[in-house]
């Protein structure tokens, strides 16, 4: 089987969109580095190459998180797997020369054919592998504007990056528009998509019956996250975002971020709260009428600064963010 392959029975009355799509062939692909968001531009494909160059020497580590379901770490965003009977499933796809690395990596964990790649939004370090993906076996899913986004050019404005159309071999051939639910391998799978958050293309991924949450790139463990404003990202939605991954866990909850480590419900509460708060500390200052150098300038994000400002994002990067989108 094809794209119905997902080999539990999708309940069509979440399903608002599908589409099913001829391949085509490999034509070339822009990515972004995580560890090079902010410092310089990255559209030339010099430096594109340069930027996936990593993914092909980074080792791809696993940690079981249930009895058939792994959190998969390499160069790109944090992956999933799930392995059984009715075939694996693998959430986000990193980068293009990560691919044979991520196959062999599920390819020991069990003899059981490929089914599903599951992205939780559209970013380059989570979907540039959706061509090699796709010609091994596995029926692209995703938010219906995921699909958009990687069938046409894309610019990321605050990275100054332009990124060219994915062929149509990396486009999600099964798309969604609020929710899909889908059962496999003896689990319950919901499928749902925030508002516009990260990106307007992000989705949570639910696993009923192991109680992991794969939240995307809606959480990064340990730093200021990245809001991309080009795509319909805003720090308002990040807030609602983490607020329903909240509602959705419990203490025992097994919660992936896009980046950083796995974490708990009580360590992306602590995201949820520095988030809020510095979406309000930001909201006020703007409201007196002060420019976006001198809300920045106000260091609104001080005293978060130590625990999440280690990362990619500086703090005045972040505050920026959150001025343009409060």
């Keep these: 089987m094809s794209a119905g392959q997902f080999a539990f029975p999708i309940s069509t009355s979440v399903i608002s969109r599908r589409s099913i799509l001829r391949t085509g062939l490999f034509t070339g692909a822009a990515t972004i580095c ?56 693998l959430i986000d796809s ?3 020369p990560a691919v044979p690395k991520i196959l062999d990596v599920l390819n020991n964990l069990s003899k059981d054919p490929n089914d599903a790649l599951i992205n939780t939004h559209w970013h380059i370090d989570h979907a540039d592998g959706n061509e090699g993906m796709h ?68 989705i949570y991924i639910h696993f009923q019956k192991a109680n992991v949450l794969h939240v995307g790139d809606a959480w990064f463990n340990g730093t200021y996250p990245f809001i991309d404003e080009s795509s319909g990202g805003n720090i308002g939605g990040m807030i609602q975002a983490t607020q329903k991954a909240l509602e959705l866990a419990d203490s025992s909850t097994k ?21 809020s708060t510095v979406r309000d500390r930001v909201a006020a200052v703007k409201g007196t009428g ?16 130590p625990k999440w400002g280690k990362g990619f994002m500086s703090p005045g990067v972040f505050t920026g963010i959150v001025y343009r989108t409060v």
Aim: aromatic share 8%; proline share 8%.
């Design 34 to 89: 995580p560890s090079l968001l902010f410092g310089q531009a990255a559209s030339r494909p010099d430096s594109l190459a340069q930027m996936r160059a990593p993914a092909a020497m980074t080792p791809i580590t696993t940690t079981r998180l249930y009895d058939n379901l792994f959190l998969l770490q390499g160069e790109g965003g944090n992956m999933a797997a799930q392995i059984g009977p009715d075939g694996k499933v």
């Design 94 to 96: 990193s980068y293009q």
């Design 135 to 202: 010609h091994a076996g596995f029926s692209i899913f995703a938010h219906a504007k995921t699909r958009e986004r990687l069938s046409t050019p894309q610019t990321i404005k605050l990275l100054n990056v332009s990124l060219p159309a994915y062929p149509a071999a990396a486009w999600p051939v099964i798309t969604f528009d609020e929710s899909l639910r889908a059962y496999h391998n003896g689990d319950i799978l919901d499928l749902v998509h925030f508002a516009p958050a990260h990106t307007d293309t992000d």
């Design 255 to 275: 919660i992936i971020p896009g980046h950083g480590p796995l974490g708990t419900k009580a360590e992306l509460q602590q995201f949820h709260d520095m988030l």
């Design 290 to 305: 002060a420019s976006e150098q001198e809300t920045v300038a106000k260091a609104p994000t001080a005293e978060f600064d």
